[in-house]
C-alpha cells in the first residue's frame, strides 16, 4: 500500500473510528416483542390487538407507522428464521398470540 493513502494523524497503533458508527437500532420485530412482553407483563390476557401493540410501542417511543407493525405481525406468523425464536398464532378476529416454539421457530 502506498505511505500517502493514510491522511490521518501520524500515531502509532490501529485506527479506531467512533465517531461514525451508529449504534443499532431496535427493528420493528424487536419492538413488536418488547411491547407484547410489556403487555403480557400487566395483563392477564395473552392475546393482544395490533392496536393495544401499537399503543404501547408509541408509549416507548417508536418511530414505526401503525401499518408496519401489522404488516410485521403478519411475518411474525411464519416460522423464524434468526433468534429471537418468538412465533406469532392469529387467533380469530380478535388479535394474535406467541405461539409456543422450540429453537427452530417450530410450534411445539
Known sequence: ?????????????????LGGRKLAEA?????VLAALLSLRSRVDDQ????REVFAEMQAAG???????????????????ARPPYVRLERVGQDGFRMADCDSSGLAV
Do not use: H
Request: with cysteine; glycine share 6%; net charge positive.
Open 27 to 31: 427493528s420493528c420485530r424487536d419492538e
Open 62 to 80: 417508536t418511530r414505526y407507522a401503525e401499518s408496519t407493525v401489522f404488516k410485521t405481525m403478519q411475518r411474525m406468523k411464519l416460522a423464524p
Open 47 to 50: 392475546v393482544f390487538t395490533v
Open 1 to 17: 500500500m502506498p505511505p500517502d493513502t493514510n491522511r490521518g494523524p501520524k500515531v502509532a497503533g490501529g485506527w479506531i473510528r
